[in-house]
């Protein structure tokens, strides 16, 4: 899709620019032949240095890109690029190389690997599993029944995936217009395992929508725990069956969330952090500590609050 | 089986009736030639216009039948209904009429598509997919890998369902003995999913008891939701990862529920209602707005207790 | 592997120890060949019983052992264990036995039954199901698409299994290095379903560390539910959709668990119990009642606080 088309699929003034646009990304990550956009003014500051070819934002701030850059300017940027992603949406199968599958791996007759995706050595494949296109898998993995890898992700070596689990399905991303229907924005990016994670079954881990959702080494993640796009759960951290990350929230290395816990989304929370079973967190935790409750409260907090509000009832 | 065996099969007394019962129904959607039954006080307005050949009733009600409507008397019409259920309960296949592909669709290899079913064109239905007997999926459909769809269920065009869930699994219904075990009530209804829906990984939406659980256009369902059985989903609304609607709950359009969200059953959520995260709803809501909390309340109010609360830890 | 050479690996004292150990187990399930450990010392008075061979347990307690049971000395017996689990873990495969299935019953082409496995009669095994070596199955089962069981368990008859369930994934089980790594115990032991269970959608259950997790009879379990490994559900409960229960905890006969109520490990729950929808059980329940909220409270007792709560937050 060149350049002058998009602005005019956008609805934007006419511009030259036949240019080819191979795809979208953000500010900070788009290069050359990417589209990127502005809809939160937080990013504003990185207007400057994106080295995307052209942005999609309001009038207001198109003053502010580079020299060269062009400005699809919209005063809903958000929705132009959900509207946009469709057309850079990646197929399901996009390849011709049939799979490699590495020495003394077993890949079970009804396992599914798709063109272009790669299983290591010493790894067991078992019935059901679905891998996605560009898929890589490192070695000695473990894939137990019926899991689904989605295209472009990257599994790390020693991993372990319990039955029914999903990894890189699509984030839960829309924008909404005025009349309250809701426009998906494809997602672009994908999942990275690390090495010596192991998951529990029937968990799921979305996709980025640019960039990648990470794992990073060595944790653990148990079962029907869901992870939002774009997260990052820091190295041999422990997730507790039924807790849940919102979209883009980073878990410092060792943070351990118990039974039921959860996240909003865009937060960070410090490494070596405990959230006790049923824990809501809604802002980002700098300091390690042990913390209860929803709202969230030092742990020691929440005993003494628990043990205030038993005293009312007793009145 | 005809009405005089069903009512020696319930112990019912001795009657005529020679007339083939087909099957199953409430009061308000029975037809000629099936049975319903009335075990909740409430749905006693509905005898009088009944259309079923008989009413599994207690003797003190049967005098509100029409003419014509035979009673079949129980002190439990709900473990009647059960025990009958199971003569009634739809095979797993049902027909001779091998699958019929729309054109341009995909169907994986190891996908598997019962004889009646019917998957409209340019569907992908990926590998491990299971379409149950009858089952209808519109045009532009993408069933992602190991989605299990049961039989009689109705997706509508461009519909999205991501990996692993499962859409018309029996609803969660059982009538109870004075011994403590409990009898299921087989599940006749099905799933509807309107136009545009996009539904996440490891879902579950169970099908109705009779009649249909319906999601409808424009709605947006996460990964690991629960949807029991006869709810309905309002146009446009957004269901967050891990919430959860228990059985007959009716949400009108563009409501959002927040990640691990809940709901009681039988109850009806206004239109544009927001329920934020962790909220758990066990009254109907009349009157739109952002509500919070277990117990649910207004969300400012619930900002206002937690304020309070704080307060009172600190003396 | 010889006792010397395990005790070698395990960086003990060296010891002579030349018969051939077959397997891990608890201190009160071991058998003669089998090593056990001591890592809590609430077990240690079952040690002058045991039947192991051997034992991992701190010097201090060396003492306590039976005369002819050989000590393993260990600072960190549950780490030695969690060490040593790896190498007497099971293999995916194990038997040259073609699967047995029993008359009548229907296997879907893309099921995949491992040798070893055993099916009863007049069961219904479908499409993309997986059922684990020496895995034996009732008669008159029903096992929905995509359900997994994994090796060694042992299903009922009259069980319904509902499609994508996960039964015996690995239990949550680590160790603890000092650098904050995490050390797998592989899980040895099984799932055991009783006779008349009915499971859900997307629900996991974990097989048990050592022993078995245990469903028993006529209990009923709704979609999205997680049982941890050695959980024992008692006779006739029910566990409303996305219920938790952690490791270890029992349920007396007839529990109710309602929807995303949970329960910490290590717990006893009374027979008869009702924990209310969103209830969360950290202490054991020794007497039998209706019981809400988190922390737990009897539910008369909850509703006056919420109702003193609302008048707080009045003024």
Known sequence: MKLYEIAAFLGCKEIEGSIEISGLNTLREAVEGQISFLSDSKYEKELSETRASAVILPLSKSHLLPEGVVALESDEPYMSIALL????????????????????????PSAHIENGARVGAHCTIMSGVYIG???????????????????????????????????????????HTKMGEHIKLYQNGNVVIEDDVEIGANTTVDCAVFGSTIIKQGSKIDNLVQIGHNCVVGEHSILVSQSGLAGSTTLGRNVVMGGQSATAGHLSIAPFTTLAARSGVTKSITNKGVYSGFPLMEHKLWLKMQAKLAKIVEH
Do not use: Q, W
């Open 133 to 175: 296109a560009e898929t890589v898998i490192g070695d000695n993995v473990i894939l137990y029944p019926n899991v689904t890898i989605y295209r472009d992700c990257i599994i790390g070596d020693r991993v372990m995936i319990h039955a029914g689990t999903v990894i890189g399905s699509d984030g839960f991303g829309y924008a």
């Open 85 to 108: 992603s469709k057309y850079f949406a990646k197929p399901i199968r996009s390849s011709e190389i049939p799979p490699i599958i590495g020495e003394e791996s077993v890949v079970y």
